[in-house]
Nanobody, 124 residues
Framework: VQLQACGGGLVQAGGSLRLSCAAS????????MGWFRQAPGKEREFVAG????????YYADSVKGRFTISRDNAKNTVYLQMNSLKPEDTAVYYCAADYGGTYVPTSTTAYDYWGQGTQVTVSS
């Protein structure tokens, strides 16, 4: 599986961005998917995840109510809609796929495939 993340950019605080993660090689509907982020000098952290078939979603407390993860299995793409962005959301955002998973892990080590990352910068 190859994952291609895009949609990052520079936005003012309070603004919105939508990240996309397109897959090739296998259908994404077979995988729980996650979005992670890594700020300079910090560890990569879980942001949001979505189950493969039912589509149940999970969020880190820091983004709950502001971010929405969704998937379009027909387009083999997962999205992260980010609203009410804050400067502390500034990071490189990565999408990841957990092949064969039956739940959405929050640990980076559980994921088998990663996208290349897309930079999100929120100015104050």
């Amino acid at each position: 599986v190859q994952l291609q993340a895009c949609g990052g950019g520079l936005v003012q605080a309070g603004g919105s961005l939508r990240l996309s993660c397109a897959a090739s090689g296998r259908t994404l509907s077979s995988y729980p998917m996650g979005w992670f982020r890594q700020a300079p000098g910090k560890e990569r952290e879980f942001v949001a995840g979505i189950m493969r078939s039912v589509g149940a979603t999970y969020y880190a407390d820091s983004v709950k109510g502001r971010f929405t993860i969704s998937r379009d299995n027909a387009k083999n793409t997962v999205y992260l809609q980010m609203n009410s962005l804050k400067p502390e959301d500034t990071a490189v955002y990565y999408c990841a796929a957990d092949y064969g998973g039956t739940y959405v892990p929050t640990s980076t080590t559980a994921y088998d495939y990663w996208g290349q990352g897309t930079q999100v910068t929120v100015s104050s």
